[in-house]
Every structure is written in C-alpha cells, then in structure tokens.
C-alpha cells in the first residue's frame, strides 16, 4: 500500500472518531440543552452504534463489485451530510435521527481499511499497520474528548464534519485505486462462520464489546450522579482514559508483532476487568483519575491484539471477516449500553461494575482456549 494511501485510510479514521468516545462524557450536557432526561440522551449512543453494527455487513460484498475508492467517496460525503446535520439538530427527535444515519455512513471505513490492509500488507508488518490505524484513531478520540470540556457539544460533532468532507477530497484526488472485485457478487457470511476459528473469534468480539460498552456508556452518567461531577471534571477523567489509550494502541501494534496478537488481547481483558472491580471499592473520584488508565490501556490492548490477529485470517474469510468485525462490534456494543442500563436500572451501578469485572477476566483469562492461534 503506497504511504500516501494508508495517510488517507488514518485521516478517514481520525475524522470518524472524532466524538465517538465524547458522547460517553457530554450525555448530562447534551440532556441539559435539549431539555430531556439522561435516559433519552444515552440513546444517542445506541442509536448511532446498532446502524453502524447492522450497516457494516454490507461493505464487504460491495468491494467484490466496486473498488474501495467509489465506495470510500459515497461513506465519506454521506458522513461529513449526517454529522453536520446532527450538529444542528434544533430538536432530540432530529438529533436522533441524524446520529443514526450517521452511524450507517460511519461504518464502511474500518472494514475497507481492514481488507485493503489484509491484502496488500505482509503479515509480519500487518501489527505495525494496525497499531498505527486504530492509534491515530485514538488520537482523535483523545482531542474530542479533552475538548468536550470547554466546547459546546455541536461544536464536537461540527468538527468530524468538516473533516470529513477533506477527507472526501483526498480520496478523489489522491487514493489509489484499489480493485478486489470478483466475477460475480457473492454473500458468503455463512460460509465464515463455517469456519470453527472464525466462529471462536467473533464470539470474543460480541462479548468483548458488549462487556467494554456496558460500563463505557454508563461511566459518564455514574460519574455525575455519584460524585455530582461537572462537565470539565468529567471529560477530564475521559481525557486520561483516552491518553492512555493512545500509547498502548501504538506500543500494543508493535509488541502483538514481537509477542504475539492474543497474549497481547489476554493482557488488555486483564487489566479492564482490575478497573472494573476496583469502581466498586473506590469512594473518593480523585482516584478513578489513577485507575482509568487501567480500563484505557486494557481495551487499546484488546483492541489491536485482536484487530492484528483478524487480518492474518485466510485470504478466504478475510473481506467478509472484516465486515462482521465492525458489524459485530458495534451491534453488541449498543446492545451492551442498552442492557447496561437495563441492568443499572434494576439493581445498580455497583451490580454492573462487578458483573463486567468477572467476565472481562473469565474472557481474558481463557482466551488462549476460546480462540485458536493458528490462522493458516
């Protein structure tokens, strides 16, 4: 992949999680302007991570049709039309219905990086590739969320949209053309869950990102109600979680390549479930600063030891693996913000941060057992 070409793929990832992770801190800010409860404002979350979950399974059947490029163009400019549009949102009806046609155009750009990544890349710099992607991503996330604290929210969700639209340019202007299409279109999702490697990863993935978002999406409204945090305060806790996330994304890209993608993942499970249980202990907030480095650092981990090892599945699954990574990810993650505050609503906050605890660290713990290394 020329360089000029991977820069591209990393903008369109820096403008896409642009105020993803913010949301988690600017729900109280987002509910104080519309004028509604924390409960409606949290919808905002699921309503743009379920479209994107469902959305995503679309991209990788089109690219046996339709080179990356056409497809990059129509995700880009429909992103940079839904994201200014969210921004603007004059009502919670409109804002919804703008984060949710957001999250459809947002989910074709991970998945078409994934496979272009996967097919041109060498496997033994496939780890380098991923760690820098998904870093620049949390640099992004980092910048939006420290932001979060001084700007208005549109103004959070103003910025992507302009992003977005220079990205649209480069893409026109600059991408390489990359050409994966087959002779004929084909679906073939139940054929890679056929394979019993693929099946035992993406049973990892729903569970991993429907634990993580369970207590991600609440942490914010925890925060505020517990500790009667403001909006600086609470972003400010985010910002340490985001930061920290940064560093191991790009170190965790380096060292899945030198240790290998699953110890890399197992580490990650490991050290969000001792944050989890620890938020059941602490009292004083001041230490959640020191223990959120935990919960950042473990997902990062998690994030690019398992990414790393999805791109050296064989060139079979590959294409239609890296839609279902997306798909799955963010369609359990919704459904693990939603349940979070199901579960939330009938016992507690407490109840929560102990359940995520234990089966974060039964899932690291016998993660070398649920997935097989052997990828060829």
């Keep these: 992949m020329p360089r000029l070409s ?7 990832f820096f403008a896409l999680s642009f105020g993803v992770a913010a949301m988690a801190a ?7 302007n519309f004028g509604v409860s924390l409960g409606s404002a949290m919808k905002l979350t699921w309503l743009y991570m379920l479209p ?5 399974l679309i991209w990788a059947p089109l690219t046996r049709v339709t080179k990356v490029k056409r497809l990059l163009l129509f995700t880009s400019f429909g992103f940079f039309i839904s994201a200014l549009c969210f921004s603007l949102s004059s009502t919670i009806g409109y804002a919804y219905l703008f984060r949710f046609l957001t999250g459809c155009f947002a989910c074709g750009f991970v998945p078409l990086a994934l496979i272009t990544i996967g097919k041109t890349i060498p496997s033994h710099k496939k780890g380098k590739y991923i760690g820098t992607f998904f870093g620049v991503a949390y ?5 939006s969320v420290f932001l979060s604290g001084f700007l208005n929210w549109r103004v959070i969700y103003l910025i992507p949209s302009l992003l977005s639209l220079g990205v649209f340019i480069l893409v026109l202007t600059h991408l390489k053309d990359f050409d994966f299409r087959k002779p004929k279109f084909k679906i073939s999702y139940l054929q890679t869950f056929k394979e019993k490697e693929a099946l035992r990863f993406f049973l990892v993935i729903m569970l991993a990102s429907f634990l993580y978002h369970g207590l991600q999406q609440r942490l914010g409204m925890y925060l505020h109600q517990q500790y009667s945090l403001q909006q600086i305060a609470i972003s400010a806790i985010f910002t340490v979680s985001t930061l920290s996330a940064i560093i191991f994304e790009f170190s965790g890209g380096f060292l899945s390549s030198r240790l ?19 938020l059941f202990f602490i009292r004083d907030y001041k230490f959640i600063f020191v223990g ?13 030891g398992l990414s790393a090892h999805l791109t050296n599945f064989p060139d079979k699954i590959l294409r239609d693996a890296s839609s279902l990574n997306s798909a799955l990810r963010f369609s359990f993650g919704g459904l693990g913000a939603f349940m979070g505050g ?17 089966s974060v660290f039964f899932l690291g713990f016998n993660l070398n057992k649920i997935i097989t290394v052997k990828t060829s």
């Design 26 to 32: 600017l729900v109280p800010s987002i509910a104080t």
């Design 6 to 12: 991977f820069f591209i793929f990393c903008s369109m």
């Design 139 to 143: 640099v992004s996330t980092f910048i």
């Design 292 to 304: 959120i480095i935990l919960w950042g650092s473990g997902w990062a981990l998690t994030h690019v």
């Design 260 to 278: 290998g993608n699953i110890k890399i993942a197992k580490i990650g499970f490991i050290l969000m479930s001792v944050f989890s249980l620890a």
């Design 342 to 358: 199901v579960l939330v609503s009938i016992a507690n906050f407490k109840v929560l941060f102990i359940a995520v605890a234990l």
């Design 52 to 56: 994107y979950g469902l959305v995503a």
